[in-house]
């Protein structure tokens, strides 16, 4: 027995032949070949992952001091209509196609939410859309004056629906489109106007009537079909559509335990109840669950709220984002948050490959592969397990041959096996070879996904082991 690559993986051969009768004995089908096992060594490092992960907010991983090395592979930003098409039709591209190359830059994918109303300026929606006669309620928070459209009006419906449509035309599938977060409805986008008065009734605002709102999620749901989707936890018929809709759900207020009210918060009395009420508790089966900190984690320390179970919470949930708003993280918390991006989302681990010890050309050789994922919810893409054989004696040289097969999209926590057929042309040199794994996406097949396994080379792949061809 060896060990190889520093200790990266544990090499087994399982030469059985030596155990048996003579081969002149026995049938040829009776022969078994010798095997090769290998046990690649976990590691516990802290990486970014495509669909997953520590957000940050409003800026890029480039630019978040806050982050303190923490690694992160979304950008999330939320826009109010105005600031996207500021004349009637001319959609502000230019913005987004300057985010996604940022995100790409910095190592991220970008996620969006777009609002009508929730700021602090009268119109959150385009100036021209009130002028065009679009109606609407005017309404006081916060001690201020604001203004939002009727949903049912035609004007409105026209010109919305037409943001989402082209704004999907432009972005569904974009290779750097992380995440949409359908907004629209309600303060911040937030599915409520909780704490509005309308200036002629003194009545709270209403939201807009159910079809309307139903309309607005078919939209975006329609627009983005390609895109992972999350909706606020507090949509009542957004969330009963989640169990069976290709969306997962957000929720913004993770770690309140009293800071609104003593007798409520959200944590205890809200968010495990709505999925309960709403039939969304397996909702994250199929597409993700995001969380963002109430106020930050700054509060969770000022009130002495328990930061582990507040996380465990999040785990439990299945969460695959946290969003702490780009804060600093309070003092001594940093090792919670890195317990925790352990968990959160998918983590991938290679418990072992098993294969034929040598090959001949014109062979078959299947790669079985035992794969743990040992995070809280399953990879929502359709990256692919790649497995290559290139010349030992020639690390950086193009492989001879390579086998890009199973989905990974769906793999719940737990084990999976996988088992890749390499077939191998006639015209293969014998000797030695390393064998290569790697999970891809399918437009340029470079490895995509960073597995939690030592020896990953400067490509992104893991050569875990050997194989010889025979003359």
């Not at 048996?20 to 970014?48: G, K, M, N, T």
């Not at 669909?51 to 982050?67: C, E, H, S, V, Y």
């Not at 770690?255 to 959200?266: C, E």
Request: net charge neutral; charged share 25%; glycine share 8%.
């Amino acid at each position: 027995m060896k060990t190889t690559a520093m200790n990266n993986f544990t090499l087994i051969v399982m030469a059985v032949i030596g155990f048996l009768p003579s081969e002149s004995a026995l049938p040829a089908a009776q022969i078994e070949a010798p095997r090769v096992r290998v046990e690649p060594r976990e590691s516990d490092a802290l990486f970014a992952n495509p669909g997953m992960g520590w957000q940050t907010f409003g800026r890029f991983a480039d630019q978040d001091k806050n982050l303190e090395g923490l690694p992160s592979a979304s950008a999330y930003f939320r826009f109010y209509w105005r600031e996207v098409e500021s004349q009637a039709g001319q959609i502000d591209f230019p913005k987004f196609d300057d985010l996604l190359a940022h995100a790409r830059r910095a190592g991220q994918k970008l996620a969006f939410r777009i609002m009508c109303t929730g700021s602090g300026e009268y119109m959150d929606v385009p100036v021209w859309l009130k002028d065009q006669g679009c109606l609407g309620v005017e309404f006081t928070y916060g001690g201020r004056k604001h203004w939002v459209p009727n949903f049912t009006d035609k004007r409105f419906e026209q010109a919305h629906f037409r943001l989402i449509r082209q704004l999907g035309e432009h972005y569904d599938g974009h290779p750097d489109m992380d995440l949409l977060d359908i907004g629209s409805v309600g303060l911040w986008g937030e599915w409520h106007m909780s704490g509005t008065t309308q200036v002629d009734t003194e009545k709270p605002v209403l939201l807009p009537p159910l079809e309307s709102r139903m309309a607005i999620i078919d939209a975006w749901c329609k627009a983005f079909s390609q895109t992972s989707k999350v909706i606020l936890i507090g949509s009542e018929e957004g969330m009963s559509r989640a169990s069976h809709e290709p969306y997962g759900w957000r929720a913004d207020c993770l770690g309140d335990m009293g800071g609104f009210s003593k007798t409520w918060n959200h944590m205890v009395n809200f968010y495990l109840q709505q999925l309960t009420n709403t039939g969304a508790l397996d909702a994250w089966k199929t597409a993700p669950v995001a969380f963002e900190s109430c106020w930050d984690m700054r509060k969770w320390k000022e009130a002495s709220w328990d930061i582990p179970f507040i996380f465990d919470y999040a785990l439990r949930c299945h969460s695959s984002y946290m969003n702490n708003k780009s804060a600093p993280l309070p003092e001594g918390a940093r090792g919670e948050v890195e317990r925790f991006l352990r968990r959160l989302g998918y983590r991938l681990v290679i418990r072992n490959v098993d294969h034929p010890a040598t090959a001949r050309p014109n062979d078959e050789v299947a790669v079985n592969i035992d794969w743990e994922n040992v995070g809280v919810a399953p990879p929502y893409r359709d990256y692919r397990v790649a497995v290559q054989l290139r010349p030992e004696k020639d690390p950086k040289a193009s492989p001879i041959v390579s086998a890009i097969d199973h989905s990974i999209r769906g793999w719940l926590p737990g084990r999976q096996q996988t088992e890749s057929m390499l077939r191998l042309p006639a015209s293969v040199p014998s000797g030695r070879y390393t064998l290569a794994i790697g999970v891809v996406e399918l437009v340029h097949k470079r490895p995509s996904v960073r597995l939690a396994i030592a020896g990953r080379d400067t490509e992104g792949w893991y050569p875990v082991s050997h194989l010889e061809i025979a003359p």
